[in-house]
Nanobody, 112 residues
Framework: QVQLVESGGGLVQPGGSLRLSCTAS????????MGWYRQAPGKQRELVAT???????NYADSVKDRFTISRDNAKNTVYLQMNSLKPEDTAVYYC??????WGQGTQVTVSS
């Protein structure tokens, strides 16, 4: 069974940057669509960005031009580079593989 492990979350000031990583076990990573989602307190989980096995990307309007999703198939890892962070980006960020495999989440807090 594929497992996902996220890392890279933390506390950052507004305007700062963070890079999240998600590493998958198993051998289907290279053909799977990967995604980052987030869930803020009291809100539903929402899409942040996705990347297909052909490196086609899709972003939520709220993060376009600030966040970049990428993948390294040799390392079974997907990244989310987050720049110009805002307090409203505060959430638990989850990695997703395919349609139903989720990571455990990593907390991102943007605060001064």
């Amino acid at each position: 069974q594929v497992q996902l492990v996220e890392s890279g979350g933390g506390l950052v000031q507004p305007g700062g940057s963070l890079r999240l990583s998600c590493t998958a076990s198993g051998n289907i990573f290279s053909i799977a669509t990967m995604g980052w989602y987030r869930q803020a307190p009291g809100k539903q989980r929402e899409l942040v960005a996705t990347i297909t096995w052909r490196d086609s990307t899709n972003y939520a309007d709220s993060v376009k031009d600030r966040f970049t999703i990428s993948r390294d198939n040799a390392k079974n890892t997907v990244y989310l580079q987050m720049n110009s962070l805002k307090p409203e980006d505060t959430a638990v960020y989850y990695c997703k593989l395919g349609t139903s495999t989720w990571g455990q989440g990593t907390q991102v807090t943007v605060s001064s």
